[in-house]
């Protein structure tokens, strides 16, 4: 078990920069996976990226809407999300989330939650 919380949302213009950060604590064993996720309103939640932590072989995932935009990295008990280049469609409520037997795009494979962090992005 593991809890999560997010922080650094905030309101940007489009062009500009944040990182999001979230907290991990309250565990035993470092999760397998960790992620960012995000909701807008009106729309399905979405991956926006994952790394898996294995400790031989690292990876990580990005949505093509994010890809060369955002970069995921985690250190300690901490997971980043740089996000560059933002754009008006990013905004919505980003999610960190964590599993210890699964890692994928798919909010349903996820079975650890934050509460969430609000990025607003305005053109």
């Known amino acids: 078990q593991v809890q999560l919380v997010e922080s650094g949302g905030g309101s940007v213009q489009a062009g500009g920069s944040l990182r999001l950060s979230c907290a991990a604590s309250?565990?035993?064993?470092?999760?397998?996976?960790m992620g960012w996720f995000r909701q807008a309103p009106g729309k399905e939640r979405e991956g926006v990226a994952i790394?898996?932590?294995?400790?031989?072989?690292?990876r990580t995932t990005y949505s093509d809407s994010v890809k060369g935009r955002f970069t995921i990295s985690k250190d300690k008990d901490t997971l980043y999300l740089q996000m560059n280049s933002l754009k008006p469609e990013d905004t919505a409520t980003y999610y960190c989330?964590?599993?210890?037997?699964?890692?994928?795009?798919?909010?349903?494979?996820?079975?650890?939650w934050g509460k969430g962090t609000l990025v607003t992005i305005s053109s």
């Open positions: 309250r565990y035993t064993y470092t999760p397998y996976c």
């Open positions: 989330a964590a599993d210890y037997a699964r890692c994928s795009m798919l909010s349903d494979n996820m079975a650890y």
């Open positions: 790394i898996n932590l294995d400790l031989i072989n690292t």
